[in-house]
């Protein structure tokens, strides 16, 4: 099978559109369509539905994608097989929730680097969603997320249980149950943050209905907003703590269920344990870094 021919494919189904993935690739865009029927041919199926809006992958086409994703990723893997020496160095990509990078990870990436300097370190920062969805597709080696995470392919090592705690500008009177937000703007981050989730789960079981929702892509942005008084949050007491102890912030802890939450970080089980991730584990695991 082409393999060039399966990195256009992926790019393609990436992007839904062949236009998009042949500016991707600096090709002409007859150079992709020849390519992708020339797959098609080969494979005797369709891979896309071709439509006004672009193009989708039929159901063999998800089967392929998934397929291609391992074949690449195994080629990737034997290079780095072959490569490991023992000695950590090399590309190690880790995601992490924003709030885990803000908080955890300052201390211990710099002892890490510090230690490993040949290791060529990269942060990723999504919401648990997306980190899990880039662990699963191999594009990082290992993710913070919330959890727990039960997916077959995935294995999760604890790492700390966080507090989550309501939070509102200092002027807000005390608060002794969920309902005193109802009327509120919640201030959050996109879908797939835990923490937005935890918050929505804990609305709707109590039959309520926030006033308004306003997505932030930042921890700064929504910390900023709730101290000027645009609404609320739920966030880890550990993000927050500095801001309640300099009078700017208060944060209100309420007792539920939802409340806490553990930090987990996951990996795929088929994925070579390089000795760049053995040794992050390692030092991670060590409380006295984390």
């Known amino acids: 099978m082409d393999l060039q021919a399966l990195k256009i494919f992926k790019i393609v189904a990436g992007k839904g559109s062949i236009s998009q993935a042949a500016r991707e690739l600096n090709y002409a865009q007859s150079n992709i369509s020849t390519k992708i029927q020339q797959l098609e041919s080969d494979l005797q ?26 074949i690449f990723h195994l080629i990737d893997e034997t290079t780095k097989v072959m490569k490991d020496d023992g000695i950590p160095k090399g590309p190690l990509c880790i995601g992490a929730m924003e709030t885990t990078a803000a908080v955890y990870l300052p201390k211990l990436l710099s002892k890490y680097h510090n230690d490993y300097p040949n290791v060529d370190l990269t942060l990723k920062t999504e919401t648990t969603e997306q980190n899990i969805q880039e662990a699963l597709q191999y594009n990082i080696d290992g993710a913070f997320v919330a959890g727990p995470i039960n997916h077959p392919e995935l294995i999760q090592k604890p790492v700390t249980e966080e507090k989550l705690v309501l939070i509102t500008d200092t002027m807000h009177s005390s608060m002794s149950s969920i309902r005193d937000i109802q009327t509120r703007t919640l201030l959050v981050f996109p879908n797939g943050c835990s923490y937005r989730m935890i918050l929505e789960q804990w609305l709707h079981k109590e ?13 700064e942005a929504i910390i900023g907003c709730v101290c000027a008084g645009l609404g609320i949050s739920l966030l880890p007491i550990s993000v927050v703590e500095k801001y309640v102890q300099a009078g700017i912030l208060r944060c209100h802890s309420i007792e539920n269920t939802y409340t806490k939450v553990p930090t987990v970080f ?14 992050f584990i390692d030092m991670f695991s060590n409380k006295e870094n984390f």
Do not use: V
């Open 207 to 219: 039959g309520l209905i926030p006033n308004k929702t306003i997505e932030f892509d930042t921890i």
């Open 266 to 279: 996951i990996y795929r089980k088929d994925r070579f344990m390089s000795t760049s991730l053995i040794k």
């Open 45 to 70: 199926t369709s891979l896309f539905y071709r439509h006004n809006r672009g193009i989708t992958l039929t159901a063999k086409g998800q089967m392929l994608l998934a397929y291609t994703e391992k």
